[in-house]
């Protein structure tokens, strides 16, 4: 039977084998994919999807960080003003308000998007 101690030596090495042997499979099978479409005669840039580039991920992440930062603001201030939450630890405050402030900046982001591609297909 294997001691605590080996046992605490041995998981990082599994883990880290093994993340390394799925990092490995990932990028060989992708590999063996293109090889074959090539000896078939495919082009392999042409399977790609085309995805929409998101030309506003500045905006949104930077609203969904002001939001983060402002819910983290007020829940630091609610913590230590409410009479039923001082001196005790409240971190379901703080983690109620990070994701309700950081979904209204993502929401924000999304109106402020959808109006600017209403002007745009206006403008057209």
Known sequence: MMSTQQMALLIPMVVTTAMFAMVFGIFYLYNREKMAMIERGMDPRSNKEVKPINRNYVLTWGLLLIGAGLGLFIAYILDS????????????????????????GLFASYLIEKKDKKKEQAGE
């Open 81 to 104: 003003t409410l009479p039923f939450a001082k001196g005790q630890d409240n971190p379901a405050i703080y983690f109620a308000s990070i994701a309700m402030f950081g979904g209204a």
